[in-house]
């Protein structure tokens, strides 16, 4: 990372609340191929979740500690804060002496932007501040959140903008927060109803949504350098596994998370 930071522009993209188990299955079936394409062999890394809701696992990651493979350690992480006796800071580990990943890029010449997603990011109320406040330029509306059918167009629709408002030779850490997985999806499946609810069906549905559009959000990201791109789930959640609906529970479809990063180029 020491030679890619300075050097690539940088994305984040959370896909909030996917399953690994249903990434996995759309992958393999042909169903996402705009993110199938995108990923190492064609398949998601099974990773663990730094937590089991958004806000502890986007204060973990903010912090360096991205999903961890699911094999034992340890593992060497892509960014870590400068402390004594890290067992996983590595010689290609970018190392910051700032409290967070955020501001560590800042320090090194980085524009930090936050396109929000659900309501931890939505600046709406103090805690919802939190998230988005780390950033440089943070940005949130309700077409960006939970209940929007269209929700993904309109994040990388301001994405676009922000990086056509850069100047070229501004460096830039863009974070998207997609919110079309989590609850409620039902919308995304053609025929489902509200009184029907969000299924395991709908979740897929929300997953093939994001993929129709994502292609959008690479280009423009990699429309003034190279750029080093990590698309992850920051959760799961349930749809009745063991009796268990929702997250912030301790269930192996919670604490399990597909992952990837690679490279986009830069665009001709």
Not at 16 to 30: K, P, S
Not at 128 to 153: I, N, R
Request: charged content about 20%; overall charge negative.
């Amino acid at each position: 990372m020491n030679e890619i930071v300075g050097s690539h522009d940088l994305l984040l993209v959370t896909l909030d609340t996917l399953r690994h188990d249903v990434a996995q299955e759309l992958a393999a079936a042909g169903r996402i191929p705009n993110l199938a394409r995108r990923l190492p062999g064609g398949v998601w890394e099974r990773r663990h979740a730094p937590g089991s809701f958004t806000y502890a696992s986007h204060q973990a990651m903010f912090a360096g500690f991205l999903p961890t493979p699911a094999a034992p350690g340890p593992h060497p992480r892509l960014f870590a804060a400068q402390f004594a006796g890290s067992e996983t800071t590595a010689d290609g580990t970018f190392v910051y002496d700032t409290p967070d990943l955020v501001s560590g890029l800042a320090a090194v010449g980085y524009r930090t932007v936050c396109i929000g997603g659900v309501g931890f990011f939505n600046k709406q109320g103090p805690l919802g501040a939190v998230l988005p406040g780390m950033f440089q330029e943070s940005h949130w509306e309700p077409e960006f959140g939970v209940p929007s059918p269209t929700s993904f167009e309109a994040q990388v629709a301001r994405a676009e903008k922000v990086v056509a408002d850069l100047p070229h030779e501004q460096r830039l850490f863009l974070f998207v927060n997609v919110s079309a997985l989590h609850q409620p999806n039902w919308f995304h499946l053609p025929g489902a109803t509200r009184e029907s609810g969000d299924t395991r069906a709908t979740h897929a549905a929300a997953l093939e949504y994001v993929d129709r559009h994502i292609e959008r959000l690479f280009a423009a990201a990699a429309a003034r350098r190279p750029c080093f791109a990590i698309v992850c789930s920051d959760h799961g959640t349930a749809y009745g596994e063991d009796g268990y609906t929702g997250h912030r529970i301790g269930h192996d479809v919670v604490w399990t998370v597909p992952y990837a990063h690679f490279f986009l180029d830069e665009a001709r």
